[in-house]
């Protein structure tokens, strides 16, 4: 999915977040009737309660999901206050919306194509309002950290302003895939989309990223 040349500095990560209590949204893997649920008792059970109209178990997934979907929310949106607002947004959504929930994907891969298009929903609203600027965002909205101790940085700054560079598309697909660790499958659902133009999307966002990162250390050679 990469291409030749210096390798990115894949070990930051993006915000992170509370991983207690989360469980990460696996690949769909679809059973002898092609339900992608099939092999995830705990994620349709989870649905089949919410369903049921069980309060506790809408407790249950904002336990589970509430802190991940606030931190997309943010690097997506760029504002800590847009984040709320989407994450709350998105419960609502799900509330009134859960009988159209069949099972044909993951119950959370479903929910959070529902905050993907707050998102949308959001932006759209706030621009027309004039509110905000296409991209405005929040000093250090990508918070980024190092996954591992001794990070420099300037290298954490430097790959926080590369990804604030890419477009909308790209860094939403990147966000989904290389932080949120979501498969291109379920990219392609939520943003409806094929997998192909996800992958394709995906390396484009990668290369633009290395471009970037790379432009400095080129400079500096040529000066040297």
């Known amino acids: 999915m990469g291409s030749a040349g210096a390798p990115l500095p894949w070990g930051l ?33 989870l649905a089949a309660a919410c369903q049921a109209g069980d309060l506790h178990a809408y407790e249950r997934l904002y336990r589970q999901q509430g802190a991940r979907m606030r931190n997309l929310a943010r690097n997506l949106l760029g504002t800590v206050a847009d984040a709320e607002d989407a994450v709350q947004e998105t419960f609502l959504k799900v509330q009134r919306s859960i ?29 027309r309002r004039k509110e905000i600027v296409p991209d405005e965002r929040e000093e250090g909205a990508l918070a980024l950290e190092p996954r591992a101790p001794g990070g420099h940085p300037s290298l954490k700054l430097a790959l926080e302003r590369a990804i604030a560079q890419l477009t909308r598309h790209q860094r939403e697909i990147f966000l989904l895939y290389e932080v949120e660790g979501l498969r291109h499958a379920e990219i392609a659902e939520m943003l409806e989309i094929s997998e192909t133009a996800s992958k394709n999307t995906l390396f484009q966002a990668k290369k633009n990223l290395r471009q970037v990162l790379e432009a400095p250390r080129s400079n500096q050679a040529g000066g040297a």
Do not use: C, H
């Open 13 to 45: 990560k993006i915000s992170a977040v509370e991983r207690e209590g989360l469980y990460r949204v696996e690949p769909a893997e679809r059973g002898s009737q092609g339900n992608p649920t099939a092999s995830n008792p705990e994620d349709a059970a």
């Open 99 to 127: 009988s159209s929930f069949r099972g044909q994907s993951s119950f959370v891969t479903w929910t959070f194509r529902i905050l993907v298009n707050t998102f949308y929903d959001l932006r759209r609203s706030r621009m």
